[in-house]
Structure formats: structure tokens, C-alpha cells
């Protein structure tokens, strides 16, 4: 019986040594940029976008959709749009975001064409814009409805829509000479409403990329990866600012980029972000999508965050 007992403690303890991060998206995946969601059916959606093998330069060819009711066990709904499927683009499926508006869900996504030369940048092709598709399901198929990028300059990424209260959904991205910059979309999700406006960020406005803007409690939180790295972040009673710079969420891991998203579920706040992670790879470090959870002081400043093992998956209200 002792014995017996003694078995049970070490299998519970090797369990729980393995912990949840990265998560179990799918043997031999590697997926990056996670972008989380939850939508009516309360299930938590994660669009990421998909690195190849060995990756060089990110050159990356689809996006893909997952969904899970406890950030544990979660289902592969496969690449949801490719490269293959946008006319304007043939490489650089970078970091997408979704939204749900009208009875319709969207997906904004990072393409581009050309390629970047490192050696001599002037005689660099590449360029990158962004693109909307819609989909009457959460997991696609997405079309590229418009055909056509939302705008041509400036060279553009990291798109990232936040929809308010109200229904008016912002457009923030990282582009060149326009970062800090925001755009309402037009009602139908399939344009722009006007040009690019900048946002006062208190005066500092570091390198970044990845902008990430949610609410709570009436506070609107911007948060970035500063320099690409580290993850930062302002406050506002505003989605258009002005911003107050609050500081570090997560320092950087070895010189790394990072990309996260930051979303309430089942009683909890989850940071999704990725990790540079040498896991069963004949290459090195590979990027894994992982969870933390994100706690608040009570005047609303967010206590750093620690990448652990473990991840999420306890402590979620289930009722
Ligand atoms: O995944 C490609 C690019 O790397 C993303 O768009 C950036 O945010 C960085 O994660």
C-alpha cells in the first residue's frame, strides 16, 4: 500500500515537474506572434503565426487557429490562411490579430513580397503591408476579401485591432516612421477610416513592434515589446492616448524578439507570449507560444511576470 501510494506521489510529481509551457499546440509545430481571443462560445481562441523549420529571416508562408476551454488540451484548427491565398503577398505571414464584429470574425495579417539584404540594405526589395479577411467562423477558411493590402505606405506589421465598448474598432500597428500611430476602421472592418494618427506617449517612444491594447476597469493598457524585447507598457483613459509610460511586464530572454497578448479568461488575466527554446530541433532555438498568468496591484500597475514551466491552467473559474 505504501509502495503503491509512493508511486502515485512520484507520478503527480513528474507531471506536474513537465508544467504547461510551452504549450502543447502540436508535436513538432513551431508557432509565434500568439494573438488571444475568447469568444461567445467561451472558448479561448490563439491565432499565431507559423515558423518553418529551421526558420531563416522569418520567412514565413501561414497563419494558424487554436482553441482550448482550459489553456491545457487544445485543438489544432490548422492554418487558417496561407500566403498561397493573399495575391498581393508571397512571404512574411507575420503576426496576425482577430476580431469579431457584425457576426463576422477578422483576421488583420502582416505580408509582404521581396527580400531583405543585410549586407547592403539599399539593394533590399522587401516590403510588408497589412491585410484584413473575413470568415463567418472563428476558424476559418479566411478570405482576403478586399484583395488588396489597407494601404501601400508606409511599410507596415504587427497589426493589432482593440474594439471597444462603443464598437469602434482601432487598428495599431508597427510601421516605419509610423509607430504610436492609430487608425479607426471603418464600420464594415474592410477599410481604414483616414490616415495614420500619431498618439502622445509622454514623450518616450522607444524601438517597438507588436503593440497589444486591452481594457479593464475603464483603463486602457498599451503594451509592446520594447526594442522587440522586453515588454513594456503605457495606461490611458483613452484608446488613443495620451499614454503614460508604467514600465516592464517581462525582460528579455537571451537577446530574444517576443510577441504576446494579453486577455482576460475565466477569472484570470493570461499573457500569452513566445519563447526561443531548443526543443527536439536540429537547428538551435525554435519560437513556442507559452501562458503566464498576469496579476495587478490595486492601483492597476501590472506585477512583472516571471516565464515559468508551469504556465496556466489551474486556478480558472470553471463555473
Ligand atoms: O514573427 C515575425 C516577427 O517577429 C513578428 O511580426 C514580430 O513581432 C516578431 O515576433
Redesign the pocket.
Known amino acids: 500500500m505504501k509502495l503503491k501510494s509512493l508511486g502515485v506521489l512520484l507520478a503527480l510529481l513528474a507531471f506536474g515537474a513537465k508544467g504547461n509551457n510551452p504549450l502543447n499546440l502540436g508535436e513538432g509545430l513551431r508557432t509565434?506572434?500568439p494573438s488571444g481571443h475568447v469568444w461567445n462560445d467561451g472558448r479561448m481562441y490563439l491565432y499565431t503565426?507559423h515558423d518553418l523549420e529551421c526558420q531563416e529571416d522569418?520567412w514565413?508562408k501561414d497563419w494558424y487557429a487554436f482553441s482550448s476551454s482550459d489553456l491545457v488540451n487544445w485543438t489544432n484548427h490548422g492554418p487558417v490562411l496561407s500566403v498561397d491565398d493573399v495575391s498581393w503577398a508571397d512571404n512574411y505571414a507575420?503576426?496576425p490579430d482577430a476580431a469579431y464584429k457584425n457576426g463576422k470574425y477578422y483576421l488583420v495579417f502582416?505580408a509582404g513580397t521581396g527580400h531583405k539584404d543585410r549586407e547592403s540594405p539599399s539593394k533590399s526589395t522587401k516590403w510588408m503591408g497589412i491585410g484584413i479577411a473575413e470568415s463567418e467562423s472563428p476558424t476559418g477558411p479566411f478570405k482576403d476579401v478586399i484583395g488588396k493590402p489597407l494601404w501601400t505606405a508606409p511599410y507596415a506589421?504587427?497589426p493589432s485591432l482593440f474594439i471597444d465598448d462603443d464598437g469602434t474598432a482601432y487598428l495599431y500597428v508597427?510601421a516605419q516612421g509610423y509607430d504610436y500611430h492609430v487608425v479607426e476602421m471603418a464600420d464594415d472592418m474592410l477599410r481604414v477610416k483616414g490616415p495614420l494618427q500619431k498618439m502622445d506617449m509622454g514623450g518616450y517612444e522607444p524601438k517597438m513592434?507588436?503593440p497589444w491594447v486591452f481594457k479593464r476597469n475603464g483603463v486602457y493598457y498599451f503594451t509592446m515589446?520594447e526594442n522587440?524585447r522586453i515588454l513594456t507598457y503605457y495606461t490611458s483613459l483613452s484608446p488613443t492616448g495620451p499614454w503614460t509610460y508604467q514600465g516592464q511586464i517581462m525582460e528579455q530572454e537571451a537577446n530574444s524578439?517576443?510577441?504576446h497578448s494579453i486577455v482576460g479568461y475565466k477569472g484570470q488575466w493570461i499573457l500569452f507570449y513566445?519563447r526561443w527554446l531548443d526543443i527536439n530541433s536540429d537547428c538551435g532555438r525554435q519560437r513556442h507560444v507559452a501562458a503566464e498568468y498576469l496579476h495587478f496591484n490595486k492601483d492597476g500597475t501590472i506585477v512583472p511576470v516571471k516565464r515559468s514551466e508551469k504556465g496556466v491552467g489551474h486556478r480558472l473559474n470553471n463555473r
Open positions: 509565434a506572434d503565426s522569418f514565413m507575420w503576426a502582416p506589421n504587427d508597427h513592434e507588436g515589446p522587440n524578439n517576443n510577441h513566445h
